[in-house]
């Protein structure tokens, strides 16, 4: 049974994504060549879409989805959908084949018709809990994406290097220059249109590149990375994400990273995702330590933070919303949003001035910064500590 509605939900563990879901509900985030959402939508393109997210969200998700209700009560059959889960195939065919089941994973609740649905069976489910288990999946992601976006459309000079053509796929009016090696050997890589690949850039599948983005010249982009659209991304980036209008244009190392909207790396930022002793990393969420058991993690950094020239994050470093981070020696391994940090000092950032510099930002792109969105970010400042 297909339904006629679908209402795609965010869950009560939006927080364990902070800060990346300050500005967005969990389903915006990105994880192979489109979001969480994107990847339900697909499953169901006639249905009628409904999201349901916090409240002080709404009037910024109103403006770049007018037409779909937000937090609308829902009358008639609907099937709910865990926005926070990486939907596929065989999650489709388990709740359309039995109107009256709730999928369970663990007990996370992954999809059910209405609040009358009786019958609980268990699934299985990959369910995004933590930043970085979007970049364990990202790779996993940009694959399965890859059958649905695959074309030779923009223009490719002489002196291109195709490993695995049939594995590479390149949209409309993008241009790759002379000396880049596209390397499809180990999966696949996804060009949106309108993309500049200058020349000598390396790129490995499996690899996105979302549209109207510029990979500077000499680049090398290792696999398991997604960037986009309307990024600037130079130097060494591994097993990251990197979400739209944002800028990594020099040298420097972005490893098992994870960017939001809006920010700025320096000439010569670097991460560390790797311990000297090569133990597990534990990050810092929401005042508690998680230990990630994972080797690598690098940078997970919120909306609109920058770091200057020559900046060092430590393995496992946190950055809030609209932080500037400068100056020599690490900085803090967990910094608050609206944070003016250099290695020594941690100082408040003016609401005022973050405002004004963002406004800048988003009008070089063209894009305008409505009230709402300052009263989104106002919300944040409010809501971090001082």
């Not at 965010?10 to 990346?20: F, R, S, T």
């Not at 879409?49 to 109103?62: A, E, S």
Request: charged share 20%.
């Amino acid at each position: 049974m297909l339904p006629k509605t679908i209402c795609i939900y965010e869950d009560e563990y939006y927080a364990n994504l902070y800060p990346l879901t300050y500005t967005r509900p969990v389903f915006e985030l990105l994880c192979g060549s489109m979001s969480l959402a994107e990847r339900i939508r697909r499953f169901f393109p006639d249905a009628r879409l409904v999201f349901k997210c916090r409240d002080h969200i709404v009037p910024v998700l109103k403006e770049k989805y007018p037409a779909i209700p937000i937090n609308l009560l829902i009358e008639g059959p609907c099937l709910y959908i865990n926005g926070s889960v990486l939907f596929d195939e065989s999650l489709f065919k388990k709740i359309t084949s039995d109107s009256n089941v709730t999928l369970v994973h663990q007990d996370v609740t992954v999809a059910f018709w209405n609040a009358l649905s009786t019958k609980k069976e268990n699934c299985d489910a990959t369910v995004i809990r933590y930043p970085w288990d979007l970049i364990t999946h990202n790779p996993e992601m940009i694959t399965r994406d890859f059958n649905n976006k695959k074309r030779m459309d923009g223009k490719l000079h002489e002196g291109v290097h195709l490993i695995e053509s049939g594995h590479i796929s390149i949209g409309n009016n993008s241009i790759i220059k002379p000396g880049v090696v596209l390397d499809a050997e180990h999966g696949p890589i996804i060009i949106g249109e309108n993309v500049t690949v200058m020349p000598n850039a390396v790129i490995e599948g499996p690899c996105y590149i979302g549209d109207n983005s510029i990979i500077k010249a000499g680049a090398k982009i290792y696999e398991g990375t997604a960037i986009g659209p309307v990024c600037k991304v130079g130097g060494e980036v591994e097993s990251s994400i990197m979400h739209g209008y944002s800028n990594k244009q020099h040298d420097g190392f972005l490893g098992h990273s994870y960017i939001g909207e809006w920010c700025n790396l320096g000439a010569d930022t670097n991460t560390s995702d790797l311990k000297n002793n090569y133990g597990n990393v534990s990050v810092t969420l929401n005042d508690k330590d998680i230990y990630t058991g994972s080797m690598f993690i690098g940078l997970i950094m919120g909306d609109h933070s920058k770091s200057g020239i020559n900046t060092m994050f430590n393995t496992g470093t946190v950055v809030g919303v609209s932080s500037n981070i400068f100056g020599a020696g690490f900085p803090p391994k967990t910094i608050p949003s609206f944070a003016w940090v250099d290695s020594k000092d941690v100082q408040r950032y003016r609401l005022d001035k973050a405002i004004e510099v963002a406004r800048t930002v988003m009008a070089r792109r063209k894009v305008t910064m409505t009230e709402n969105y300052v009263n989104l970010l106002k919300y944040i400042f409010d809501s971090s500590p001082s």
